[in-house]
């Protein structure tokens, strides 16, 4: 099965940048593309990244993304930290049948 | 503005069956480019899909939970309904249904754009 793994915690300083990895377990993750979701605590999803590196209206141009095809990952990108973006990160891609795969997901502290 | 809320009970016993209805307002269940899926999140863990629906009734469903789901939806209504039979307590999670978009090259994939509040299901006897 495919699986997306990211790394369980990152955290930094207010004003610096954090960069969250999701890594596939197979085949090619830039064969697909690539979304990502800010979910604070006790609070719903949200979509800040779509289709590798566009942003929703609204969502700061603090927060982009890329992909790296010869490491099988993506990463997520947020410059100039606030503690508004402390949350769970969490990646999503599709597998071999085109269903969606969410990654383990990761927690950002704003130290 | 878009909305979603989920509705159903927040209580079931095990082999029970679970209905789940999502309510939408601010776009239409026919529009061809949008449909709507449930994503499922066990506390403290990540979030798992679970099955999806577009205008023209194209369906797919989680692999591992197939036998088990059931999804369809009223336009008139604007509802989606999520059935999920034989209820066992590792099911118990926030259940959330979300609008999904096409993507805009390879249109037979989709993403979430936006999200309901959610909803907590327990399953316990």
């Known amino acids: 099965n495919f699986m997306l793994t990211q790394p369980h915690s990152v955290s930094e300083s207010p004003g610096k940048t954090v960069t969250i990895s999701c890594t596939g377990s197979?085949?090619?993750?830039?064969?697909?593309?690539v979304q990502w979701y800010q979910q604070r605590p006790g609070s719903a999803p949200t979509t800040v990244i779509f289709?590798?590196?566009?942003?929703p209206s609204g969502v700061p141009d603090r927060f982009s993304g890329s992909v790296d095809s010869s490491s099988n990952s993506a990463s997520l990108i947020i410059t100039g930290l606030k503690t508004e973006d402390e949350a769970d990160y969490y990646c999503q891609s599709y597998d071999i049948s085109n269903q969606y795969v969410f990654g383990t997901g990761t927690k950002v502290t704003v130290l | 503005q878009v909305t979603l809320k989920e509705s159903g009970p927040v209580l079931v016993k095990p082999t029970e069956t679970l209905t789940l209805t999502c309510t939408v307002s601010?776009?239409?269940?026919?529009?061809?480019?949008?449909?709507v899926s449930w994503i499922r999140q066990p506390p403290g863990k990540a979030l798992e899909w679970l099955a999806h629906i577009f205008s023209n009734d194209e369906t797919s469903y989680r692999s591992s939970l197939k036998s088990r789901l059931s999804i369809s939806k009223d336009t008139s209504k604007s509802q989606v309904v999520l059935t999920m039979t034989n209820m066992d307590p590792v099911d118990t999670a926030t259940y959330y249904c979300?609008?999904?978009?096409?993507?805009?090259?390879?249109?037979?994939?989709?993403?979430?754009?936006?999200w309901g509040q959610g909803t907590l299901v327990t399953v316990s006897s």
């Open positions: 289709e590798d590196n566009e942003r």
């Open positions: 601010g776009f239409s269940l026919s529009n061809t480019k949008m449909g």
């Open positions: 197979s085949g090619s993750i830039a064969s697909n593309y």
């Open positions: 979300a609008r999904i978009r096409r993507l805009r090259y390879f249109d037979w994939l989709s993403f979430p754009d936006y």
